[in-house]
């Protein structure tokens, strides 16, 4: 691997990087770094929670009116703290396709198109000073709260109380684009640095993590700039790094800036090491300052069958279908996509709802989609030069197809990282992300169960 040090300033200033992965195009043509809104819509199908298996506990009745932002489900058993996006009356329960791939019990909220609506902002600098970081646990109940979740669907308030037991010493805050076209990261931190970089000082003090790093693409140059500007005299160290994909993944992120290396089928956490997710912090900020709980997120709407693409805040609970009509349709969509074009879901019903964790929606046309024609392996091996943590795709689809588990177990599927990377690169259009994928969760299905399993070897 290529590595390289650290400088005395604590600037990776030649940062890191790993085997394999690929330089992609990371922007979408006529798209700037501006937040925009989307319109309330007439009716919100509010999720209960990340996924199916952690919900909140309901506390309101359907027909009764709630204002914005008041509870609706309460915390437990892992799932955040759940509120409303906007005001309305509650008309009642329904099972709800996310635009995730999840399927999840959601409150229907017939909204008030009179009521005003409040702007989730962050208090700066001038109330900084006055906060005081308590302690992890205080933290993470601050979080459950909030209703803060994090990207894999796990609530943030958790992942601080795990950290808070695995002797965390580095804290990392992923601004890095996760796949090309979703570069709402960039626009969160052109907006809201403060919150950002003050969720970390919190965390970094109530953990007692020796350092605090922002990870940057390092081709922005202003960004990087500001970033430092603001970083100066403060204990936030800026990682710019150049963002070959997956850099963004955690446990690559986590490898560049503190050359450790996660066991395979471990997290950060087995090294020491939390990765926070931009727009979690940027969520604990707004409720530590300004008391204001996760009602909206941020995504990104892009395709070539957009008319007005772009990064938006949108309430939690709007259906695809709204979306799509307040951006614009310049065609008819031949394909939707929940999240990027490597790791994204396909959208069947236009009637699935947007959640905390949608980072996007693609709609493709007529004219640029294609669907994959698989054909024989000719053995190039580009899949295994690409795969960032050096697995042989091939050979899992091998076992894949003949449900081999015993080989299966031998190639460490646990270390796949789900990027798609192989699949993107493969010439044969094979179907190599998806059986790396379903060996992966046999894998820990049979850990889970403590024998052989051939759930999902299908």
């Not at 690559?252 to 800036?257: E, N, S, V, W």
Request: charged share 20%; aromatic share 4%.
């Amino acid at each position: 691997m290529e590595l390289s040090p650290i400088n005395v300033k604590g600037l990776v200033s030649r940062p890191r990087t790993f085997q394999g992965g690929g330089y992609l195009p990371i922007g979408a043509p006529s798209m700037d770094d501006a937040l925009m809104a989307i319109a309330c819509p007439e009716r919100l199908v509010v999720p209960l929670g990340p996924r199916a298996e952690t919900t909140g506990e309901l506390i309101v009745r359907p027909g009764a009116e709630v204002s914005e932002e008041a509870l609706l489900a309460r915390s437990r058993d892992g799932a955040p703290c759940v509120h409303a996006p906007r005001a309305g009356r509650l008309t009642g329960m329904k099972t709800v396709s996310t635009a995730d791939g999840n399927r999840i019990e959601a409150v229907e909220i017939h909204t008030d198109p009179d009521a005003d609506h409040r702007h989730p902002s962050f208090t700066p600098s001038s109330s900084l000073n006055d906060v005081d970081p308590c302690n992890i646990d205080d933290l993470a109940d601050t979080a459950d709260r909030a209703g803060i979740v994090v990207s894999n669907g796990e609530s943030l308030g958790s992942q601080l109380r795990r950290a808070a037991t695995s002797d965390t010493d580095h804290v990392i805050i992923n601004g890095l684009s996760h796949e090309p076209i979703l570069t709402a990261p960039h626009a969160i931190l052109k907006t809201a640095i403060e919150a950002v970089a003050a969720a970390g000082l919190w965390i970094r003090t109530a953990l007692n993590a020796r350092r605090l790093w922002l990870a940057i693409d390092r081709r922005d140059k202003e960004l990087a700039s500001r970033c430092k500007q603001y970083a100066a005299g403060t204990p936030l160290r800026i990682a710019e790094l150049h963002n070959k994909y997956p850099q963004a993944h955690p446990i690559l992120l986590a490898f560049a800036i503190t050359n450790r290396s996660c066991p395979i089928g471990g997290t950060t956490e087995d090294i020491r090491t939390l990765v926070l997710d931009i727009e979690a912090a940027e969520a604990l900020a707004a409720m530590v300052c300004s008391k204001h709980p996760v009602t909206d997120c941020t995504l990104t709407i892009a395709g070539p069958a957009i008319t007005r693409p772009g990064h938006y805040r949108v309430p939690v609970g709007t259906t695809v279908a709204h979306l799509l009509q307040q951006v614009g349709l310049s065609a008819e969509p031949t394909r939707l996509i929940g999240g990027g074009l490597l790791t994204g879901v396909g959208i069947i019903e236009p009637e699935a709802v947007i959640t905390q964790q949608t980072r996007a929606i693609l709609a493709l046309d007529e004219r640029h989609d294609r669907l994959p024609r698989p054909g024989p392996c000719i053995h190039c091996g580009w899949c295994q030069e690409s795969c960032p943590v050096g697995l042989d795709p091939s050979a899992l689809l091998d076992a894949w197809e003949r449900k081999d588990h015993k080989r299966a177990r031998t190639l460490f599927s646990q270390a796949c990282l789900s990027c798609g990377l192989c699949s993107y690169v493969c010439p044969s259009e094979l179907p190599l992300a998806e059986a790396a994928t379903g060996t992966k969760a046999w894998m820990q299905q049979t850990a889970n169960l403590g024998r052989p399993n051939e759930i999902g070897m299908t």
